[in-house]
């Protein structure tokens, strides 16, 4: 029978095999992002990583968990990124938001990840090629959809190459830890409309402010005393504030889906999504006839959702996720009748489905 230190020892000499392994990974890496310089292909390509993730994922006989698996090879695959090009990512900073969580689970902790101020600043920032990706909430499992970012999709160029969901644990935090100096509370509009019942329960009185992101409001309650936050326990370590309840959003299973807005489109994978957005002539039964080529297409739409055009009173945009990818022949047939039948028609991307 081994003993402990055979064992230990026998691990160590894994561990080099596996460093070895990772430099002759980077080796090949190194080489590759010198032929996407020559053909101008993009650095990050999301259909390429997630066939590595599903490949892996069925090679895997286990005792190592399939959860850590991804975990594991996103960090191999950042810093791979990196030695091809540095990879500049905007979020909706400062940072500690959960939009900072969205962009190191989606591109590690190697990528360039650049807090901004507002998500227009993120579709800007992309672009005019500031940065090569963006990370921007489109939705939240309990409060629906993100107006601001649908609503920049609209007026931009910018395409969505992937997804990513994060799940939304809130908590109430300040300075002193302490309930009774609580005058104010700060946050998101969506976190303060995620946890309003417990709110409403327990601060009655207290005035609720939003603001722009949740790391800024646990910056202010870094700052006073007086001034609770709702945030992610990133905020927590990054500004030094203690927590007085943890989870207090007022359904359990809340998730928030990012995307990931980008130049480049990204090839089928056999587990896709694609999103559109349209308009349908302003006559009886317009919207029901542009569902209904869905239907027998039997295409399954997800997500539907609207948005004043703003551009004639009472004229309305609508937001849609269907299963597929664009390119398939099944949904190609499908968007040709779609395109020919609405006044305004917008593929945003076809992508990757994300896990959760």
Known sequence: MKTLKDLREEIDNIDSQILELLNKRAVCVIKVGEI??????????????????ARLKEENQGPFPQHSLRNVF???????LCLEEEVRVAFLGPVGTFSNLAAVKRFGQSAKLIPVRNIGEIFQGVEKGHVHYG???????????VNQSLDMFMDSDVIIMGEVYVEIAENLLNKTGRKEDIKKIYSHPSPLGQCSKWLAKNFPDTELIPCESTALAAEMAQNDE????IGSELAEAVYNLK???????????NFTRFVVIGKNHQEATGNDKTSL?????????????????FKRGSINMTTLESRPSKQKPWEYLFYTDIDGHKDSPEIKKVLDEFIEKTPIAKVLGSYPKGEF
């Open 36 to 53: 996407k310089k020559k053909e101008g292909s993009p650095v990050w390509v999301n259909s390429r990583e997630e066939q590595i993730y």
């Open 74 to 80: 996103r960090e191999i695959m950042s810093a791979s």
């Open 135 to 145: 990370i921007v909430p489109v939705e939240n499992s309990l409060e629906g959809a």
């Open 226 to 229: 007086t001034v609770a936050a």
């Open 243 to 253: 927590v007085i309840e943890r989870h207090i959003e007022d359904g359990a299973g």
């Open 277 to 293: 957005m349209f308009s349908v002539h302003h006559k009886s039964g317009a919207l029901y006839d542009v569902l209904e080529i």
